[in-house]
């Protein structure tokens, strides 16, 4: 948190000129070999608890860089519930290459996760990315926690509610265009090393949209599906935290794989 040593938080702008507040939190050894991009969910913030409880655990070993998305936290703008928030990651991934870290990988939670599958796929190429209680596909309403977050964001009274009382400001406007579905650009982050981590007790989106991403993805691909496992930040303890740095260090340290030929 602020305050704390190897803790500096930063300013910084997308390429459309919405205002990020990042933090970047110096790994245990203060080595720059890699760093990891943590990517939060709706709703949430660098500086909440179930974050920043997670960047602690990962500096332990890693370099990490946490932000508020846009229409989050400190944050400018307004919150497109995934869309634009592509061109967030990508200003936090150009800071963290500019702080000197050799290797960078991204982990982002539920809509982060979304956004961490659709920047690897179709603007950058990192070194591992891993995507915790992420969809499958959009306009999913088959849970009631989605069926509420869908409230939040298409009326006005919801959105109101969600500035007021959640502290996030979301856009209006509805998508135009739609963007790809996950499970039509996480085939392209290949060769880049791909984790899917999803609980079978996930309130928001069953373990269907977890199966879907990974039958999907291409190869170098995992697939964790945890055993009593919630959803995102708030349900993830200290050991799949500590699990999950351990597999974006290992597969962020492998050597580039050829990506298969599409078949025509």
């Not at 890699?34 to 500096?59: M, N």
């Not at 135009?176 to 090393?193: K, L, M």
């Amino acid at each position: 948190m602020p305050g704390q040593s190897g803790v500096t938080p930063h300013q910084l702008r997308t390429a459309d000129g919405v205002r990020i507040n990042a933090c970047h939190w110096s790994a245990g050894d203060g080595s720059r070999d890699l760093g990891i991009v943590l990517a939060h969910g709706f709703t949430g913030s660098w500086r909440g608890a179930p974050q920043s409880r997670i960047a602690a655990l990962l500096a332990t070993s890693a370099g990490v860089v946490s932000f508020d998305f846009r229409g989050h936290g400190r944050s400018g703008g307004h919150s497109t519930v995934g869309e634009r928030e592509v061109l967030d990651l990508a200003s936090v991934v150009a800071w963290a290459r500019a702080l000197g870290y050799r290797r960078v990988a991204t982990l982002g939670f539920s809509m982060g996760a979304s956004v961490v599958i659709r920047h690897a796929g179709r603007m950058d190429r990192l070194d591992a990315v891993a995507a915790v209680s992420g969809p499958g596909r959009w306009f999913f309403r088959g849970t009631p926690s989605m069926r509420r977050v869908h409230w939040i964001v298409e009326r006005r009274t919801g959105r109101l509610v969600s500035r007021l009382v959640l502290g996030t400001r979301i856009s209006p406007g509805r998508w135009n265009p739609v963007p790809e579905q996950p499970t039509a650009v996480v085939a392209r982050i290949s060769p880049t090393p791909l984790l899917i981590v999803h609980g079978d007790r996930d309130q928001y989106f069953p373990v269907g949209h977890a199966h879907a991403l990974y039958e999907a993805a291409r190869q170098p691909k995992e697939l964790w599906i945890e055993a009593g496992f919630g959803h995102a930040e708030s349900a993830t303890n200290s050991a799949l935290v500590k699990r999950v740095g351990a597999w974006l260090r290992g597969a962020a340290g492998r050597e580039p794989e050829t990506a298969p030929e599409t078949s025509q």
